[in-house]
């Protein structure tokens, strides 16, 4: 029995790969010092750690590497997490939160050094991403933006109205927050580049070969798939929400959340100009926020909104309105050309999971919403704790795997999510 060959989702970057090598689907029995779940980015830099300090891998993947979140996201490149800084803070003490922030500091300069040292073409990368405000409260902002950076060095820069009406020509902005570290890129690019750094190294990958099963043989652990399986010391699990009964404990210990992306038709550059005037990546401050760059060729890459069951008929359609709404002089002038949805893997505590349940049996996941820094970090962390017995994995212990109500849960997470959309619409 063999697994269907699965192929990219219809996506702008799907559309603009400049290559598209599949790796072959395992059949038979493969032995390897550790066995890697999942070929999302969580996945990817847990293998090319491990590679680089000299252990043997092999990485399954259900479908195709990136296929999911991590092919398709926004390309934002930022440090931090989702669960934000002053929240760490709060809940490990600032000695603590801050060595959490500094692994994703120095993961955004490892993600700049292998896009170099692996000449990987994801272009353009672009340093600057912008967050703008639709709420008139300066003072909070910038008490907001000295906190952050004496606690945190993230070297945030405060924009005025007047500033950042120059480059967003919209009425609904008030002030923003400038981040020159942060940068934006073609993620499925990036995704593609490390798993040929992998292959280039010795790692081997494996496509459409879905993990159906995992067990202990001895000192071993075997990994099953559909037509082969893989011995290994060590296995880790990267699969985000795509566990589908594979482990229950860290399937019930997060839930899916849909977001949703389009990219345009090239734009008349003046016309772009009138609403849009900067190559800087951007978002809002709201908790449900539009998130949007210009791409090659003068189009733009919009996105935004959050659900867990619901799906818009017309994700184009639905990504219009909120464009038109902040920039009215736009239509009329835009045509999409593609869009599509993705589901992220949230945790309750909004951390990353990363973590061993029994000796060789490790997992990392859960990087929904804020995730090529972070899984960039944790990979460096499995890979060093696996391979050379670092202990730094334990500062993560305090976001464990803890039941998140299964669908029950997902059902107190959207009324969770309905509350905040209606907090973003009064306090606007």
Known sequence: MTSPVENYIDTY?????????????????????????GGG????????????????????????????ASGRNAGFVAKGYAAGESSLAKTLGLEKAQALVELTKNARKLIKKRIS??????????????????????EALKKYINEANDNF????????????????????????????HDFQFNPLRYVRGLGKAIANKGGKIFENSPALK????????VVHTAAGKVKAKHVVLCCAIYMEGLDRRLENAAFPVQTYIMTTAPIE???????????????????CSDYYRILPDNRLLWGG??????????????????MFKLYPQLEGHVTPEVSWAGLLCYAPHKMPQIGQIEPGYWYNTGYGGHGLCPTTAGGEI?????????????????FGISYAGGKLGRYAAQMVYWWWRARDAMDI
């Open 13 to 37: 970057y799907m559309r603009h790969l400049d290559e598209d090598v599949h790796y072959p689907t395992l059949s038979g029995v493969t032995e390897a010092d550790v066995c890697v779940i």
């Open 41 to 68: 980015l969580a996945g990817i830099n847990t293998a090319l750690g491990l590679v680089e300090r000299g252990k043997n891998i092999v990485l399954i993947e259900a479908k195709r590497i990136g296929w999911g």
């Open 117 to 138: 040292e692996f000449n990987i073409d994801c272009g353009p990368v672009i340093d600057g991403v912008l967050t703008v405000s639709w709420r008139n409260k300066a």
């Open 153 to 180: 060095g993230l070297g945030f820069e405060f924009w005025s109205r007047d500033r950042v009406q120059e480059i967003c020509k919209t009425d609904k902005y008030y002030d923003g927050i400038f981040a020159p």
């Open 214 to 221: 995992i067990e202990r043989e001895g000192a071993s652990w």
């Open 269 to 287: 550059e003046s016309v772009l100009k009138s609403a849009i005037d900067t190559p800087y990546a951007i978002y809002d401050t709201r908790f």
């Open 305 to 322: 909104r959050v659900g867990l069951w619901a799906h818009p008929k017309n994700i184009a359609e639905a990504m219009l309105h909120d």
């Open 382 to 398: 499995v890979a060093a704790a696996i391979a050379e017995g670092d202990q730094s994995y334990k500062a993560f212990s305090p």
